[in-house]
């Protein structure tokens, strides 16, 4: 990390919260402020546990068929994306955030080495999205566990008799889907936990995705909930289920909602369900003695956890940050703040490689616009503009 730099924009994370920040602040931020105080020396810093970008958008077709998507198409190296900005300017640190002093503007980090090292931040993203009860949705660790995870799949799901998977949003969808297409062989059962699947979209919606299932042969169970699983010693896995009943599977795929990762933030920064507490337009958070932090994506209240979310708070969140540092400079910036705006009623959720259901802004839209827009490739072909930040070549 620069040893001699006068503002460190510490980023804490690299998905795509952090990513997208990082090249939005590196490719327009950071040369408006440089212009304004060329005094003053600004350096960004991402700390991640993971050298690579994972596209888990695809997550669900991949698990199915590894045929269909390459490892190297959904599992991007960082590294390679940033080439392109001065070597000063940036670094990577290969490490966890495991505790914050916000007093003396400290994050410490557990290094790969298991070494704790303090790092000093001017400005704080946080950006560290959420740990899932199975690894194979986003990265927390090492790329290399998440791919472990993906191949015992691969060796599973080929010879499955039996594949359970809890959680009816639209990931534990999209994977049933995709598994019933893929691996007719297997009797697939979705338990929804609810009284319906995707509770995010019109009830007349999820019906239709359970049709959809239904037509590929997965079995919908509502208001059922996995308690607990353990493996068994043939390999299979028991699950205990929330009406008392037990079932033993040959696949068990865990796909209910994930936990922000902000164990290591002060509570006074969370909210009651452990999201950092942040303006819902700025981005900034909200607490008392948070001067200069800012959250973005999964890990912050104002998410929804889509990547439409973190798309739209990129820009938001960069010139927030871009502000409140020319405003302590005495300065005023070129451009102006921009605000978060969601974009509500919209969510769009594949059944299978031909088609879906989905919402664009509350209005619903045929299989076949599902299928056109996500159910095709699940934007396989925008992974590498996504870590090279391509949706952010202008402010």
Known sequence: MSTCTDHEIL????????????????????????????????????????????????????????ELILPSKIFQPIADAFKGYQSDQYDFILGKAVGLDPENRTVDIRLETGRIQEIKYSSLVIATGSTYNSGLWQINNSQEITKAEFSSFHTLLPNAKTVLVAGGGAVGVETAGEIASYHSQAETII????????????????????????????????????????????????????????????????????????????????????????????MRVTAPGADGVYAVGDVASYSDGSVIAVNNSVAPVATSIAIDIAMKAGKRLPFMQKEYKPMEGTQLVPTGPKGGVGQLFGWKIPSA????????????EKAEGAVKGLDYLKP
């Open 369 to 380: 616009m599902v299928w056109l827009i996500k159910s095709r490739t699940f934007f396989v």
């Open 11 to 66: 980023i804490l994370g690299a998905h795509f919260a952090a990513i997208s920040t990082a090249h939005y602040l590196l490719r327009h931020v950071i040369p408006a402020l440089s212009n304004l105080t060329p005094s003053i020396t600004y350096h960004v810093t991402i700390v991640s546990p993971h050298t690579e970008f994972f596209w888990n958008i695809a997550a669900p077709r991949y698990i199915a068929n590894k």
């Open 191 to 282: 338990l929804s936990g609810a009284k319906r699947l995707l509770p995010r979209l019109l009830p007349s919606n999820s019906a239709a995705a359970e049709a959809r299932l239904e037509r590929l042969g997965v079995q919908t169970v509502h208001n059922l909930r996995v308690l607990s699983t353990s493996k068994n010693a043939d390999g299979t896995t028991a699950a205990v289920l929330s009406d008392g009943s037990s079932r033993s599977v040959d696949v068990f795929i865990d796909a209910t909602g994930g936990k922000p990762n902000s164990t290591f933030l002060p509570p006074a920064w969370l909210d009651a369900k452990g999201h950092v507490a942040t303006d819902n337009k700025s």
